[in-house]
């Protein structure tokens, strides 16, 4: 039966359907954008015989998938009758947002059931609009948004919350096993503090930009609503004024406007910083010293100390009132991660416990942040986690030949510049990144295009206040390279000055020490010999006998380009530049070029170097 009143948005660059029948994966929504949009999806990979491991998905999703999105469907790859694949993938989404929401029955939910052909790609929405209903509507048309970041960040803000707790607990010493049990039970104590009336929130601005100040506001247990559900919470627009403090929108602590379209992403979100205070003398009638109650035990007892780290992270419109944002998304994300770190403290709670910490990402493809736990007892190079961050890749789609989920690709929380298209120095001066993006296309008819995969810094001539003009364009495109390395979590190891490159150089001996301060030129050799010394990188160096013989070249490079995703140092005689791209055109030989040159004199202008082709 086909429904054309309604229409499904999908706000992802793809949806990550593979040819394996039966393959599922989860759709990603949220209560706060119109209803049947998709912003993301997640792979299921916890599977058996009968279908899904629920309790599975459920476990991981629960701590992946910021509050304030949910699973709105599940899509499922298959060629057998359509309508019936769909009740599948509706059945299967209810089961786990059951689980996830820890409810037993959906009331008037409306769920997408998704299926895919295998052999086109083509999808199918079918909608279920409550749990009881045994029709399922094809839904037409489907549109795609262009921007999906804008979407998201244009009227959202993230909320983040930090409670580190020291969680006493002690049992019988002749009981050990007793721990487990008493353990869980103050577990269940923390969680019912998080709602008592005489715990404040207090509510402040964690980085703006502008010269407005904003105060910190306090809401207390008492002021929060936590009966009303989160698709039925009213949003407040820009005219509402409200004197009650718990009416305030999220908007009140938000930057007023953004400049730039770029600035839209969760890396530049307004962030809203909550921090959870126990209030016990807001309401004592007169001045009294604190008093300590003492419960002697009557057996001889042991005392375990549990750390936690929470530190939630929640995706929030700027309409929500504040009551709502603390009550609806900060508290269900405090007891959900806690839950989670518990279950990860029991196996261990007499031995060694784990150090766990939450970190949160925003990797490519993906418009919104998720949440992963890492147990930092073990490095990262060690299996446990190299496993670890496997299964988040294969959930989330990602590639598993960069580095995307290690500790070091994580969100920045800390109050920071608002800057999106510059880098910082150690020094404190700014560098271009990407200045690649948006310039015309090439003009090969039926080419290709190949580029660098990820961004880097523009290094050219003078920055710095260093002279290098005449002599210093291939360490330029060194620093470039090396900072494509860094800015891609490959390496850690500072861009180097030119002294440093001429340090490395003496250093293996390729050298004398007389090198080291002077203008001297180095080259493709000397290049390789520095990638490999400061970042254990090796190279391969293709030598050509003339620029025309490059063309020849040109399916290597592209083949570099879609697998590797480097820059190229490129050169000869006494020239280098920095090669970010090639056009080509396999059946004709035709080809292109991205040149980045680092013999570039003037200051840091995009629409500058962009004009003048540099």
């Not at 040819?19 to 916890?46: A, K, V």
């Not at 262009?146 to 993230?158: A, I």
């Not at 983040?160 to 007793?178: G, T």
């Not at 100390?305 to 944002?325: R, S, T």
Request: net charge negative.
């Amino acid at each position: 039966m086909e429904k054309n009143t309604r229409s499904i948005r999908i706000e992802c660059p793809k949806l990550l359907i593979t040819r394996n029948e039966s393959d599922l994966q989860w759709l990603i929504g949220s209560p706060f954008f119109p209803p049947l949009t998709i912003i993301s999806t997640f792979r299921c990979i916890h599977s058996n015989s009968s279908g899904p491991d629920f309790p599975k998905e459920s476990e991981e999703i629960r701590t992946l998938l910021l509050k304030g999105f949910d699973v709105i469907g599940a899509l499922i790859v298959g060629k057998s009758d359509p309508e019936k694949t769909a009740a599948r993938a509706v059945e299967a989404a209810r089961k786990l947002k059951k689980l996830l929401t820890g409810t037993t029955k959906l009331e008037n939910e409306e769920t997408i059931g998704a299926v895919a052909d295998p052999d086109t790609g083509d999808i199918r929405f079918f909608l279920s609009e409550t749990e009881s209903s045994t029709n399922f509507e094809l839904v037409n048309p489907v549109s795609y948004g262009d921007n999906p970041e804008k979407f998201v960040w244009e009227s959202g803000c993230l909320l983040l919350c930090q409670l580190p707790i020291k969680l006493p607990v002690c049992y019988p010493a002749n009981k050990p096993s007793d721990a487990e049990s008493i353990f869980s039970r103050a577990i269940e104590a923390v969680i019912a503090k998080f709602k008592d009336p005489n715990v404040v929130y207090l509510v402040k601005a964690s980085n703006r930009a502008s010269l407005d100040v904003v105060q910190p506001v306090i809401l207390r247990g008492s002021e929060l609503d936590f009966d009303a559900a989160v698709a039925n919470i009213e949003l407040l627009d820009e005219s509402a004024q409200n004197s009650e403090k718990k009416l305030l929108r999220c908007a009140h602590f938000c930057l007023k406007s953004k400049s730039t379209s770029q600035l839209l992403s969760a890396e530049n979100a307004d962030i809203i910083q909550i921090s959870v205070l126990l209030n016990r003398s807001e309401k004592s009638p007169k001045c009294s010293a604190p008093a300590v109650e003492y419960f002697p035990a009557t057996d001889e007892t042991r005392l375990l100390i549990v750390d936690f780290k929470l530190e939630v992270l929640c995706y929030a419109v700027q309409g929500i009132p504040l009551m709502h944002a603390i009550s609806k998304l900060i508290i269900p994300g405090l007891i959900d991660q806690l839950i989670s770190m518990k279950k990860m403290n029991l196996p261990y709670l007499l031995t060694q416990h784990p150090e766990l910490h939450p970190y949160h990402f925003c990797p490519p493809g993906i418009a919104h942040p998720v949440t992963v736990i890492y147990e930092l007892n073990y490095g990262e190079t060690e299996m446990k986690q190299v496993d670890a961050r496997r299964s988040l890749h294969l959930r989330l789609g990602l590639p598993f030949d960069r580095p995307l989920l290690r500790i070091a690709n994580s969100l920045d929380l800390s109050i920071k510049s608002r800057s999106s298209n510059l880098s910082t120095r150690k020094a404190g001066s700014s560098l271009l990144k990407d200045v690649h993006i948006g310039i015309p296309g090439s003009g090969v008819s039926g080419g290709s295009v190949s580029l660098v995969q990820g961004s880097y810094e523009y290094y050219h001539y003078l920055q710095d206040g260093f002279d290098d003009s005449g002599w210093g364009c291939a360490y330029r495109s060194l620093q470039t390279i090396t900072s494509w390395f860094r800015l891609q979590h490959y390496s850690s190891v500072d861009v180097p000055s030119h002294r440093e490159i001429q340090q490395s150089l003496v250093d293996i001996g390729d050298k004398d020490p007389a090198f080291i301060g002077s203008r001297e030129w180095i080259g493709a050799i000397e290049l390789s010999f520095v990638l490999d010394k400061l970042l254990g990188v090796s190279c391969k160096v293709i030598n050509v006998r003339s620029g025309s013989e490059l063309p020849e070249k040109c399916r290597e490079l592209a083949l570099h380009f879609e697998t590797q995703g480097t820059p190229i140092m490129i050169g000869g005689g006494v020239l280098a530049y920095t090669l970010l791209g090639v056009d080509y055109n396999e059946a004709t030989g035709e080809c292109a070029f991205l040149i980045l040159d680092p013999h570039y004199t003037g200051s840091d202008d995009v629409k500058k170097i962009v004009n003048g082709g540099w």
